[in-house]
């Protein structure tokens, strides 16, 4: 790959390549016309129809770990960085009303004066990445919060209840995945002054608003096994099935809240109990030893045991 003021190249922590782009959140159209970035997902161009720049806006945010980051997060009381990072990572976690409401937002897009009263359901079919499934590719347990509380928790604690300020991470790409990184960070930490503020419109590809995180999704679905068809006259849109399904780019939104060795950032017990739930591992993931993929059995009874060990009775 060409060398680009932008863009730079390097391996993860778990040992994947990733193109990134500080500070700014790239759209999936301005990166198919980088004439610097070699991919040969992006440069796919026989690629069906589908909703692109879908707005969701979605309160909740999610954290999925395996047992052994399960455990170590009961026994420190909250969550902290591991020594692969110093920040902590969260990703949007879209509801099946989350998508609901976006698909009529869509459609309002399309058909501003019409009320389509025939319209059946149809982004479910398109919004199959990873963004969206239940399964995952970090472990068997999800930890789950509204955004507004985590910020609140987290100003609490390392802010001197002051506003925490966010910002545009940047975005990375993967083989076929696009990450758009929003960081979350104290006023008094100034290390991230290059990074511009996160906006609060919703034309952007993220911004932050009343406890919403909006997100312009530009690539709902990994593998493509409908295509996008307008009526105009109907003013409906439906998904038709493929023969033959088409792969692609897909994206989603991360949020990373900075923190300093010894830093925890403390939930209650029962709160975090009442937020974790157990999820099926992706038969490819990102599992790191001593971790691996555990039935759904299995990861029910290791919460069991945590529930145990932690006195927290009226959940067993």
Known sequence: MAANREWTERKNSRGHVETCCKGKHVRLLELKEDPYLDSRYLEKSNIPPYPNNVLFRVSKVCHVTGESGLR???????FCITRHDNLLWWSLSVTKDDIAVAEKRFLKGLFPNVQASNQQPFLEKFTTSPA?????????????FRLRKLL???ARQFCDRSAPVLRVLGTK?????????VLVHPRHVEEYSQYPRLPRRYNRVCGYFQGNMSWRCQ??????????????EDSTVHAKSLKVEKYYVWD??????HMEPGWVLNVDQ???????SVCEVTE????????????EDEASEVLQDIASEHDLGHYY
């Open 219 to 232: 690539a709902p679905s990994e593998s493509h096994g409908h295509r996008l068809v307008v009526d105009e």
């Open 270 to 276: 029962e709160r975090l109990y009442s937020s974790v």
């Open 72 to 78: 170590g997060i009961f026994r420190d009381g909250g």
């Open 152 to 154: 609140s928790l987290y």
């Open 284 to 295: 490819w993931n990102l599992l790191r030893e001593p971790d691996c993929a555990l039935s």
């Open 252 to 257: 989603h939104v991360a949020v990373a809240f």
């Open 173 to 181: 790409i993967y083989k076929a995945e696009i990450m758009y990184s």
């Open 132 to 144: 969206f499934q239940s399964k995952s590719r970090y472990g068997n347990f999800r930890f789950t």
